[in-house]
């Protein structure tokens, strides 16, 4: 029992919860400026796959990591276009378009991945972002060593909070994104364009999650797989509710699943011999359940979400 | 006033929807400081027109033009908001478009600061807006979610955001429809005030009283054409009423009350919550009679309705329905024989998306000429709802249509034939014509007046004191969740019942409830 206590206290824990955390910091915050501004981006998952499949790519074929990092990004960004011609201009179910655009881009990934690779059993492996090690990170106990482990791709999810959370609450750009996410109508009425508008959150929101893919591919592991997402965008758009839309409470859910996670590996490893794995693998997700019950009852959707706005119809 | 040079100049504006013409070529000149009202049955064209103007719809036909600085006319480009708001129109719509998750202050920021811009001046903006108030007195609080604000004070909001952005042209699309009296008085207040100032008011409405008592110029609408431009001064009811219907206004005739038994007994009934609390409630209501409830909404009435539609608990006191004790929830209030109006048509009343035919027979869902073997009876509802389309005169495509296409009138008087169907021994009618023409709320009078000539008592609870005085046998009045005595009608005027409302019992009220306690 003491043992299963004293993993809280292990900077190898923390670093483990931060490092899952952070592609699902890169979703919720693309999900969150989405559903903000009023669109549904279920594509996320596929998304997260393509992201991950490019980045990759990119890097495997002779680019650099950073190139890798900005060709996910434009390939999210184009994916969520996609999803706004139908969504946003066409005004169609933003389920369906999601759904599709997630089967769409996971298919098209691992075609691609064949098509590059045909005849190779193990893909090949890139060298992935490397740890930071700010010296004057190593001073603080527990933390220090934790955080001294990330990549410049965790910074950056940490820097995405942050702009993410200024842009919302501070700017006129962010105001209207909030606006447009409640009443369209009132947008149009203030001679801003909704299309405009739902394009460029979607756009941005789908190359911030396509980022939570590249992670995985350029930091956290050195390959690409197949089902290496594994359900991980899914759990983002879990979080955007439990979040309350708010990038602050996104970080903080973020966290508190990658805790779950880190914590039930090490629980297996304590505890594995006397109860199933699978009921350790299933931890993180029931907890998230709970917490997105208590959360989710006072959750305050954007009024407009999922609602298509087609001009001069109430 | 209308030698002055129009600051606004609408010429043959024409504009059809399908096969139904909303305007034909209609022309409109407003100069600045004038107060224009655009008066027209629902459906006429007004805010059509007004939607053209600042451009939701462009024009099939017709030129709009707008007095630039140096009061030279310049063509206005149709079909972009942006141009209106940018030639100063603005438009405080019937449904606002203001962000419910946004502060009164950031929905005014919205669109007035550069999109892209790295800070919200807000506190240069809210100095700006504390002047406007103090100019105009249309006080509101600008930090508070526009969720939890009241109606008036999110129109005060609307006014103010269209004068933030330098309107030269405010539109006004009923904007009592959704007030209390008192919040109108206020309204018409500021809109004065800001005539003078220079500002040039059109203001779309269907309320005679409230045109004849605010506007400087009358514009009349019918079927899409402009069938008058009249001075206010001068103008009366019955002739603006016949230009906008088309002929002589109907007033209903008073009937005599048959008093037969009581259908209704309220025995110290106490119910609802918050400001809506019916407090220790007393009266009786017989056949053939129909009883006024007069107040400001908020006095009690969601709890008096509530119990009688049973939406409603009673905590305590007594309710009787033809002697017998009530039932406790709707559809036990709808087989004592209870036929219900409620409030809010569109929230409580229907189910958008079910058809006009569903909508009718929504109430009675187990009765055997809807229903046999738990399958609905498709053809019987259909020739009932084609019946009640006929006899009720409800404008719609047909049976099968969805009933949120239908316009608020034509609602209202399916969900009359829904409440009167079977004869009901009461009817609870609340705010029956709230937001409804002329048209409507003489065929929802004449209905009501028919039924209780039928044996049915109706309690009637409006605050509209033309309706209760030309309506009702005896008026009772609500403030602060209590009900007073019913007064026979000829014994009150409008002063008496105002004062009730209020809270100063005095006149008929008076003696009478000095001798009941």
């Known amino acids: ?314 | 006033m209308a030698l002055a040079p129009p600051l606004l100049r609408l010429r043959g504006i024409g504009m059809r929807f399908g096969d139904l013409i909303a305007n034909d070529g209609i022309d409109l000149d407003v100069a600045a400081g004038e107060i224009v009202a655009l008066l027209g049955e629902n459906g006429a064209g007004k805010t059509t027109l007004m939607n053209i103007l600042f451009g939701h719809y462009v024009a099939d036909a017709g030129e709009i033009a707008i007095a630039d600085e140096a009061g030279r006319l310049a063509p206005l480009t149709q079909g972009s908001p942006q141009a209106a708001l940018a030639a100063g129109i603005g438009m405080v719509h019937q449904h606002f478009a203001l962000a419910h998750n946004l502060s009164g202050l950031e929905n005014i920021m919205l669109g007035t600061v550069p999109l892209f811009g790295l800070r919200l001046p807000r506190r240069e903006v809210r100095a700006r807006l504390k002047q406007l108030i103090a100019e105009t007195g249309l006080a509101v609080d600008l930090d508070t979610p526009v969720r939890a604000l009241s109606v008036g004070e999110r129109q005060r909001i609307e006014i103010l955001k269209a004068l933030s952005r330098r309107a030269r042209v405010l539109v006004l699309d009923e904007p009592t429809a959704v007030l209390a009296p008192l919040d109108a008085e206020h309204l018409f207040g500021a809109i004065r005030t800001l005539a003078a100032r220079g500002l040039a008011v059109i203001f779309i409405s269907h309320k005679l009283s409230e045109v004849l008592a605010l506007a400087h110029r009358i514009v009349v609408l019918r079927h899409g054409r402009k069938v008058a431009d009249l001075p206010a001064e001068g103008a009366d009811r019955e002739t603006l009423a016949r230009h906008m219907i088309g002929h002589a206004l109907e007033r209903p005739e008073p009937t005599a009350p048959r008093a037969g038994p009581p259908v209704l007994e309220l025995q110290g009934v106490t119910c609802g919550t918050g400001r809506d609390r019916l407090r220790d409630a007393t009266l009786t209501l017989r056949g053939g009679e129909i009883v006024g409830i007069a107040g400001v909404s908020g006095n009690g009435q969601r709890g008096l309705a509530g119990i009688l539609s049973g939406l409603e608990r009673r905590e305590s006191g007594r309710v009787l329905i033809c002697g017998e004790p009530a039932g406790a929830t709707a559809r036990q209030m709808v087989a004592r024989g209870v036929g219900r109006l409620t409030e809010d048509r569109h929230h409580d009343g229907i189910a958008g998306d079910l058809t006009v035919a569903e909508n009718l027979i929504l109430e009675r869902t187990r009765s055997p000429q809807v229903q046999r073997h738990g399958l609905l009876r498709r053809r019987a509802i259909r020739a009932e709802a084609e019946a009640a389309i006929r006899a009720f005169d409800v404008r719609c495509p047909g049976p099968d249509a969805p009933i949120r296409l239908l316009s608020g009138g034509n609602i209202q008087k399916l969900l009359l034939a829904r409440a009167l169907h079977g004869h009901p021994r009461l009817i609870l009618a609340n705010q029956p014509t709230r937001g409804l023409d002329i048209g409507a709320t003489g065929e929802v009078h004449r209905r009501l007046q028919e039924a209780a000539a039928g044996g049915a008592g109706v309690l009637l609870i409006s605050e509209d004191l033309d309706e209760l005085l030309a309506l009702a046998h005896r008026i009772a009045v609500l403030h602060a969740g209590h009900l007073t005595p019913a007064i026979e009608t000829a014994r009150l005027d409008v002063q008496t019942i105002g004062l009730a409302m209020a809270g100063h019992a005095a006149g008929a009220f008076a003696p009478i409830e000095a001798a009941a306690s």
Request: with cysteine; charged share 10%.
């Open chain 1, 1 to 314: 029992m003491m043992e299963a206590l004293e993993i809280i206290g292990q900077a190898s824990f923390w670093a483990a919860a931060i490092r899952i955390a952070a592609p699902l910091i890169f979703g919720v915050l693309g999900a969150l400026i989405c559903e903000r501004a009023g669109v549904l981006n279920l594509g996320i998952e596929g998304i997260f796959v393509a992201g991950a499949m490019t980045g990759w790519l990119t890097v495997s074929m002779g680019g650099d990591l950073w190139l890798g990092v900005a060709v996910a990004a434009l390939v999210g960004a184009a994916l969520g276009l996609l999803h706004g011609v139908f969504t946003v201009i066409l005004g169609l179910s933003q389920h369906v378009t999601g759904l599709s655009i997630t089967l769409l881009a996971t298919s098209t990934a691992y075609f691609g991945y064949r098509v590059a690779f045909p005849s190779v059993t193990t893909p090949p492996v890139i060298e992935p972002f490397a740890p930071l090690n700010p010296a004057w990170l190593s001073a603080i106990p527990i933390l220090g060593p934790a955080l001294g482990q990330q990549t410049a791709l965790v910074w950056l999810a940490f820097l995405c909070v942050a702009v993410t959370a200024f842009v919302l609450s501070r700017t006129p750009l962010g105001l209207a994104l909030r606006a447009v996410g409640d009443n369209p109508a009132a947008v149009e009425a203030q001679g801003l364009s909704v299309t405009g508008l739902r394009m460029g959150a979607l756009a941005a929101g789908s190359a911030l999650m396509a980022l939570g893919g590249a992670f995985l591919t350029l930091s956290a592991f050195n390959s690409f797989f197949f089902g290496m997402i594994n359900g991980r965008g899914w759990v983002c758009i879990a979080l955007t509710v439990f979040a309350s839309w708010q990038p602050g409470k996104a970080l903080l859910g973020a966290l508190l699943f990658g805790a779950f996670d880190a914590y039930q590996v090490r629980l297996q490893t304590l505890a594995g011999s006397v109860v199933p794995t699978q009921i350790f693998l299933m931890l993180p997700y029931l907890l998230s359940i709970l917490a997105l019950v208590l959360a989710a009852r006072r959750a305050d959707y954007p009024r407009a979400l999922m609602k298509p706005y087609i001009k001069g119809e109430r």
